[in-house]
């Protein structure tokens, strides 16, 4: 890294307030930046050309200075107290590590003062000058990237890694455009405007593009990187995770989308082309599926997409109101209709005249009711309770329940006429378990969600707890997977989620001991196998759709690449 770039590079930790000092093989200290000269009370000149004792009397030295034992590169790190010049005192992280040249001879040191901030880890292996300055910003709890000025990216640290799921590897040479898609397409403008006015842009909202697919809401600082005589050679972004906020945000104005919805299965993919069109129209819909699906958000999603978006979104959950209250509760009442109606009361049908209403659970709608509902639904009128009026309405109607009507209408439990009045156009939710090729994506989206609810960094998951939540059946479908998720987000006091952190009840189903209830019978497997019947169809069909990409269908799995082949040969899958 050159001279100029490298003087950029201690601004920008500058603007973090950490402090950066270059010693070379003589002890003499070469460079600093401003935070280490405001922080040991020193001038440019009292440091410059000063021996690196002298300057740091007031700091203790490493146990094993890296010039006194040139045969370790370790990062020296240690938490200290000391006096500045002007008497006050300071706690701060010390962090060190030996510049070697390529024959591992140590030409100098690099000494990283943290003064009270909340990063921990600032170096962790320094070679080189370019080494140092990179391996600090990969330490930060923020994603960082570079960019040169054709906006290709330069470096990536570890943040960023762990918000997208992209390596770095995969990244570097690549443009930045790769990480973003439909609204993160202004993070892009943002850089490009950086790069040709070199003004810094700040508070930049966006959305990245995750390896696994799952769109992350992101805020980020955009600053210009100049060379001595003002050109700009590259541009530095930071930016941080704003799931949490956003949902806050989404909860607070009842605005949904289609990426709030996880799937990339094919089933998943269909409902939501489906959804696409049939959320312009006006038509009845009813939305079939097992408890914890996802209808509610569904409904939610077409409704925030619908010509209605601006208008009321009023939910009723059939399940939930005594049967001698269901009438008044979504009907209304005029006053005098019985002992105690002193005025009238809307019901949910008037709250949601222009919008569209909900009817969750519509199965559990009493019989004597559902008369009254065919008739809301072709004429667009009612009578409130206790009125001779009619009133009429202008609402579409989406309805959603976990039975089969046509089963309760076999039984004479429901209406046939509703029945066909609801059915006009129909989306069925499959259980979690018909989709397993989605769990990958969808256990790390819930831990990103848990873990900004809760917050805590975003954790990483081991190969064994990933296993386990993969093989699991779901009788709570996503609602359950949920709760096991912040399950162990609670109990994870690392930085990893591991099989211990799991529910019990889950451990109890790992199969590990032999059949286990919520996992299949390991006898359907062959002999020679460690796996189960179900783990081996799951690896075949992501395989299958993403071409036989093993590094994709690793990601997608939760496991790298060499546990992926191992599994492969163990369950002997080949195109």
């Given at each position: ?5 490298y ?22 200290i ?16 009292e440091?410059?050309?000063?021996d ?9 030295c ?12 370790d990062?020296?790190?240690m ?32 000494t990283?003062?943290?003064d ?5 880890e ?14 600090i910003l ?34 570097l ?9 439909g ?24 959305e990245?593009?995750?390896f ?5 809401p ?12 003002g050109?700009?050679?590259g541009?530095?972004a ?8 956003q ?7 009842g ?21 696409r ?17 996802g ?12 010509n ?86 202008d ?7 976990n ?44 831990m990103?969600?848990?873990?900004g ?15 386990i939540l993969l ?23 690392e ?9 019990a ?20 497997v062959?002999p020679g ?32 690449r ?6 492969m ?7």
């Amino acid at each position: 890294m050159g001279h100029n770039l490298y003087d950029q590079w201690l601004k920008i930790l500058d603007h973090f307030n950490i402090g950066v000092i270059l010693v070379d093989n003589h002890r003499r200290i070469r460079q600093c930046n401003t935070s280490a000269r405001n922080l040991l009370r020193l001038s440019e000149d009292e440091i410059i050309g000063g021996d690196c004792q002298e300057i740091f009397c007031g700091l203790p030295c490493f146990p094993t200075c890296p010039f006194h034992d040139p045969e370790t590169s370790d990062v020296r790190d240690m938490d200290v107290e000391f006096l500045d010049e002007a008497g006050e005192k300071h706690r701060v992280t010390r962090v060190g590590a030996p510049l070697l040249d390529d024959q591992g001879r140590v030409q100098g040191c690099v000494t990283v003062l943290q003064d009270h901030s909340p990063f921990n880890e600032l170096v962790n292996r320094i070679h080189y000058e370019e080494q140092s300055l990179k391996i600090i910003l990969d330490s930060l709890n923020m994603g960082i990237f570079t960019v040169n000025r054709g906006g290709l990216i330069t470096f990536f640290n570890r943040a960023a890694e762990k918000v997208s799921g992209f390596s770095r590897m995969n990244l570097l040479g690549k443009a930045c455009g790769t990480l973003f898609a439909g609204e993160g397409k202004q993070v892009c403008q943002a850089l490009k405007q950086v790069l040709a006015d070199r003004i810094p842009a700040t508070a930049v909202r966006g959305e990245l593009l995750s390896f696994q697919g799952e769109v992350i809401p992101i805020s980020g600082d955009y600053i210009p990187l100049l060379n001595d005589h003002g050109g700009v050679i590259g541009a530095l972004a930071a930016f941080q995770d704003m799931t949490l906020v956003q949902q806050l945000n989404q909860a607070i104005k009842g605005q949904y989308h289609f990426h709030h919805m996880i799937g990339k299965d094919p089933a998943m993919q269909r409902i939501f082309d489906m959804v696409r069109v049939v959320a312009k129209t006006e038509s009845t819909l009813l939305i079939e599926g097992a408890t914890g699906t996802g209808k509610d958000l569904l409904a939610k999603i077409i409704h925030s997409e619908s010509n209605r978006s601006k208008r009321p979104f009023v939910k009723v959950n059939c399940a939930a109101i005594p049967d001698n209250l269901v009438e008044s509760e979504i009907f209304g009442y005029v006053r005098g209709a019985f002992t105690g109606a002193d005025r009238d009361k809307p019901g949910r049908f008037s709250e949601a005249h222009s919008g569209t209403i909900f009817l969750d659970e519509i199965g559990d709608l009493p019989l004597a009711l559902q008369a009254k509902l065919l008739r809301v639904l072709e004429d667009r009128e009612f009578y409130p309770l206790g009125s001779r009026k009619t009133q009429r309405v202008d609402v579409r109607i989406l309805s959603a329940t976990n039975r089969k009507l046509e089963s309760l209408v076999a039984q004479k439990l429901f209406r046939e006429d509703l029945f066909y009045r609801l059915n006009v156009l129909r989306i069925d939710l499959p259980p979690l378990m018909n989709r397993r090729g989605d769990l990958p994506l969808l256990i790390r989206h819930l831990m990103r969600k848990q873990a900004g609810i809760m917050k805590k960094p975003f954790p990483d998951i081991c190969e064994t707890a990933m296993e386990i939540l993969l093989n699991y059946h779901y009788p709570g479908n996503i609602r359950e997977l949920e709760n096991i998720i912040e399950h162990a987000i609670i109990l994870c006091q690392e930085e990893v989620i591991r099989s211990c952190h799991l529910p019990a009840y889950i451990l109890d189903c790992s199969g590990l001991e032999g059949k286990r209830d919520g996992f299949s019978d390991p006898s359907t497997v062959d002999p020679g196998f460690s796996g189960t019947a179900q783990e081996r169809q799951q690896i075949l069909d992501v395989l299958r759709a993403n071409r036989w990409h093993r590094q994709t269908t690793a990601n997608l799995l939760g496991m790298d690449r060499t546990t992926l082949w191992r599994k492969m040969r163990k369950f002997k899958i080949s195109p």
